[in-house]
C-alpha cells in the first residue's frame, strides 16, 4: 500500500512524534486532540506576563538521534538547565541524570507546535467511540482508516478500545493525580529561589512533592518576579482534588513561601488539576489487539516526555511495518 490512511488519538508529544514519522514516510495522517492545546502534559500557560509550564517542567535527552532531529526542529530553543535541583531531605543538590534536563524558553509546549507542523490535526475533537472493523480497515466517526494508534492515557484509551477489554485488569496501568498551583512573588528570587532551580520536597510532606523556580529558564518571568510552580503529593492530590482550588492553593502557598524563603504572600495564584499525571504502573505486557489497532505513549513505558516521544516512533514504524 503506496499511502496509508492512519488515525492517532491525542496529539501529546507521542501522538505528534508518531505523526510526524508517519508524515515524513508519505503516510496520510490525522490526529484528533480533545483540548485546544498541543503537546498534552507537555503543558506551557501564558500567565500575565509569565510563560509558565504546568506539566512536565523539563525532560531528559539521552537519545542521540532524538536529540539531534529536536535541535534542528527548535533551532532557538532546546536548552540544558544548568541551575542544579535541591532534595529538601538532604539540603544537597540532586545528581543530574544522564542526559539532563532539557527545557524550551519560549515555553515546553513549543516542542508540541514544532512537532505538528504539517500534519492535519483535527483539535477539539474527542473521539468518543470505539473503532468498528470494516473489511480491512477501522471506521472511525465518519472516515476508515487502515490504522489506528491511541496515545491518551490509559484510562482514556481503555474506554474506546472497551470491545477488547470487556473488564477491568490488575495488570493495567494505573495513573496518579496531581494538583498544581503556581505563585507570583514580588521581587527578584534570593535565597533559596536564586541558587535553586527546584525542591524536590522531603518524602511525607503534607501538600508539596517538588517545587520549581521558573525564573531559571531563559525569558520565562520578567525582572522583579519570583514565579514557583508546585506540584502537590499523591495523598494530597487525592484528598483535595475535588475541593475548591482557592482552599488547596491556600494549604500549599504558606508551605511553598517556607521552603524558598519568600517574605511576603503572593500576588498572584493560578491552579490546574492533572486527573492524569503520572504513570504508577506501566503494561507489564503490552496488550495484544486485532490488526490495525496500536498503543502508544507513557502507560507502555512510564511517564517521560522522551519515552513518549520514543514510543511514538515505535508505534508509527510498528504501523508502517503493516502495509
Ligand atoms: C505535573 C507533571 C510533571 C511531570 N514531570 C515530568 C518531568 O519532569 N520529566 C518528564 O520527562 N516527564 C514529566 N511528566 C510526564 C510527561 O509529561 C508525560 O509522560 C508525557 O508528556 C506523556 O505524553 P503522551 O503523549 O504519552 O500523553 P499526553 O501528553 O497525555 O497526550 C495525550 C493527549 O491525548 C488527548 N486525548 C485524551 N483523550 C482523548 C480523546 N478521547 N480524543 C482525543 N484526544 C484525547 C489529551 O488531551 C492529550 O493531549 C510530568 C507530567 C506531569 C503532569
Known amino acids: 500500500m503506496s499511502q496509508p490512511r492512519i488515525a492517532i488519538i491525542g496529539a501529546g508529544i507521542a501522538g505528534l512524534a508518531c505523526g510526524r514519522a508517519l508524515r515524513l514516510q508519505r503516510a496520510r495522517v490525522t490526529l484528533f486532540e480533545k483540548s485546544r492545546s498541543l503537546g498534552g502534559r507537555l503543558a506551557t500557560r501564558k500567565w500575565e506576563d509569565q510563560v509558565v509550564d504546568h506539566g ?103 474506554r474506546l478500545l472497551e470491545p477488547w477489554f470487556p473488564s477491568g485488569e490488575a495488570l493495567e496501568p494505573r495513573y496518579r493525580r496531581t494538583l498544581t498551583a503556581f505563585f507570583a512573588y514580588e521581587g527578584d528570587p534570593s535565597g533559596p529561589s536564586a541558587e535553586w532551580s527546584a525542591l524536590q520536597h522531603e518524602p511525607g510532606h503534607a501538600c508539596l512533592e517538588h517545587s520549581i523556580c ?14 514557583i510552580v508546585a506540584h502537590a503529593p499523591a495523598a494530597f492530590s487525592d484528598a483535595h482534588f475535588e475541593d475548591s482550588p482557592d482552599d488547596w492553593a491556600a494549604l500549599m502557598e504558606p508551605a511553598v513561601r517556607a521552603a524558598w524563603e519568600l517574605s511576603s504572600p503572593p500576588v498572584a495564584v493560578f491552579t490546574h488539576r492533572w486527573g492524569f499525571s503520572t504513570v504508577t504502573q506501566t503494561f507489564a505486557t503490552p496488550p495484544s489487539l486485532p490488526r490495525g489497532l496500536l498503543i502508544a505513549g507513557d502507560a507502555l513505558t512510564g511517564s517521560a516526555v522522551e519515552a513518549a516521544a520514543r514510543s511514538g516512533l515505535h508505534a508509527a514504524h510498528a504501523a508502517l511495518r503493516l502495509f
Open 56 to 158: 512536565a517542567p523539563w525532560f531528559s535527552l539521552t537519545d542521540a538521534g532524538l536529540r539531534q532531529d529536536w535541535s534542528r526542529l527548535l533551532p532557538d530553543g532546546l536548552l540544558p538547565m544548568t541551575v542544579p535541583m535541591r532534595d529538601s531531605a538532604t539540603g544537597e543538590a540532586l545528581v543530574e541524570p544522564d542526559g539532563g534536563r532539557w527545557y524550551l524558553p519560549a515555553g515546553n509546549n513549543r516542542l508540541g507546535k514544532a512537532l505538528a507542523e504539517g500534519l492535519k490535526i483535527r483539535m477539539e475533537h474527542v473521539v468518543e467511540n470505539p473503532p468498528v472493523a470494516q473489511g480491512n480497515q477501522w471506521r472511525l466517526g465518519d472516515e476508515a482508516y487502515d490504522a489506528v494508534i491511541f496515545t491518551a492515557p490509559w484510562p482514556q484509551t481503555r
Open 214 to 227: 521558573e525564573n531559571h529558564k531563559t525569558t520565562r518571568v520578567p525582572p522583579g518576579r519570583t514565579v
